[in-house]
Antibody, heavy 120, light 110 residues
């Protein structure tokens, strides 16, 4: 059974960097069939896919156009986890952030969600 | 960019009734990359259907998906109390980064 456990602060100041981590159990970040994603949800934007990292003989990354200039998703192979960094946040980035596993871009396992509020 | 539109916005039904939820794409899409999710308050979405008609692991057979092209349907044959929730459709295009979700249909108790 795959489990994803999220951690990170729930409050970030405007212009700073949002950082979250997702610990994987029951699977490996090196999986050659899975991808490791971040998705957020807010009343204004609904569910919004942000990006993913995945291993196919090398580490690959894909990001949504809407956040491509501000986002980094990285694996942490020593801890079997992956992280999200979103730079230069504004109140519009306030949302519940989820980490998820994908198999062929269907999201079958989700973290518990982290409400991140951007406010001074 | 493909836009997914779901209807109705809210569906008010009684336990035991049949629920039919619609998701329409702004252009023809591959059913291979089409999925449905259920979300309850305060919880993460849960994968129900993938490939338009395949039930995910552990999903009861009262849930079924169908459709192709631009029109897709999620059917719940007989609503159980735990089925009252919000349902989202999702698609991704040829490029994995083109992931879109619909706005959701809320199924609530009549």
């Amino acid at each position: 059974q795959v489990q994803l456990q999220q951690s990170g602060p729930g409050l970030v100041k405007p212009s700073q960097t949002l950082s979250l981590t997702c610990a994987i159990s029951g699977d490996s970040v090196f999986s050659d069939s899975a991808g490791w994603n971040w998705i957020r949800q807010s009343p204004s934007r609904g569910l919004e896919w942000l990006g993913r990292t995945f291993y196919r003989s090398m580490w690959l990354h894909e990001y949504a156009v809407s956040v491509k200039s501000r986002i980094t998703i990285n694996p942490d192979t020593s801890r079997n986890q992956f992280s999200l960094q979103l730079n230069s946040v504004t109140p519009d980035d306030t949302a519940v952030y989820y980490c998820t596993r994908d198999l062929s871009m269907r999201f079958d396992y989700w973290g518990q969600g982290t409400l991140v509020t951007v406010s001074s | 960019e493909i836009v997914l539109t779901q209807s109705p916005g809210t569906l008010s039904l009684s336990p035991g009734e049949r629920a039919t939820l619609s998701c329409r794409a702004s252009q023809s899409i591959s059913d291979t990359y089409f999925a449905w999710y259920q979300q309850k308050p305060g919880r993460a979405p849960r994968l129900l259907i993938y490939g338009a008609s395949n039930r995910a692991t552990g999903i009861p057979d009262r849930f079924s998906g169908s459709g192709s092209g631009t029109d897709f349907t999620l059917t719940i044959s007989r609503l159980e109390p735990e089925d009252f929730a919000v349902y989202y459709c999702q698609h991704h295009g040829f490029l994995s980064r083109d992931v879109t979700f619909g706005p959701g249909t809320k199924v609530d108790i009549k």
